[in-house]
């Protein structure tokens, strides 16, 4: 069994930034891709930014140039730095975990950006 775990989140005034960690553990297993969703009140959950195993990133077009994806691979350990935090950022964040046949989801944590 794989277990994804999420850490950072928290309030930040409009501008600021905040670092998202997500390391995944347990049962034997091959990354495809590792990367963060995201859930707005009301809203469909969507995609922030995802890492490929190769090294490649896709980035939704609201967070490019604002939010970094990053990882360490010795760790099963994927990063999400979070500039020029806008109130639409607001959301549940979520971790995601794709192996060739399943993918694994974080319990999310909540970020907040508000004045």
């Known amino acids: 069994q794989v277990q994804v775990v999420e850490s950072g989140g928290g309030w930040v005034q409009p501008g600021g930034s905040l670092s998202l960690s997500c390391a995944a553990s347990?049962?034997?297993?091959?990354?495809?891709?590792m990367g963060w969703h995201r859930q707005a009140p009301g809203k469909q959950r969507e995609l922030v930014a995802t890492m490929f195993s190769g090294g490649s990133t896709n980035y939704a077009a609201s967070v490019k140039g604002r939010f970094t994806i990053s990882r360490d691979n010795a760790n099963n350990t994927v990063y999400l730095q979070m500039n020029s935090l806008k109130p639409e950022d607001t959301a549940v964040y979520y971790c995601?975990?794709?192996?060739?046949?399943?993918?694994?989801w974080g319990q999310g944590t909540q970020v907040t950006v508000s004045s």
């Open positions: 347990g049962s034997k297993f091959s990354i495809y891709a």
């Open positions: 995601n975990l794709n192996t060739a046949l399943t993918s694994y």
